[in-house]
């Protein structure tokens, strides 16, 4: 396993014990200064029972509650022309 960071190792341990002990909630702090750890996060994302929180949003409030909304299936689908209508006006 000499293509595994000690990080990597750590992280997949952890997410090992989580699924074992069934544990509720798990902090992991990830450098994502990495390749690998960029790719592990993203696979991390990936996956139905994992969710992926951060310290400071990427967006604004209101952004982030349309995302998560969305990601719950309440979103309405508009088609483009409705989209862009609501933009320019």
Not at 30 to 47: G, H
Not at 55 to 60: E, F, G, H
Not at 62 to 89: C, D, H, M, P, V
Request: glycine share 2%; proline share 2%.
């Amino acid at each position: 396993m000499q293509f595994l960071t000690r990080q990597t190792i750590a992280t997949l341990f952890c997410i090992f014990v989580m699924q074992k002990f069934k544990v509720m909630e798990l902090t992991i702090k990830i450098d994502q200064r990495k390749k690998e750890a960029r790719a592990l996060l993203e696979y991390l994302k990936n996956l139905p029972f994992v969710e992926v929180t951060t310290d400071k949003p990427r967006y604004n409030a209101e952004t982030e509650k349309a995302i998560i909304e969305a990601r719950k299936g309440n979103a309405e689908k508009i088609s483009l022309n409705e989209f862009r209508n609501q933009l320019y006006s």
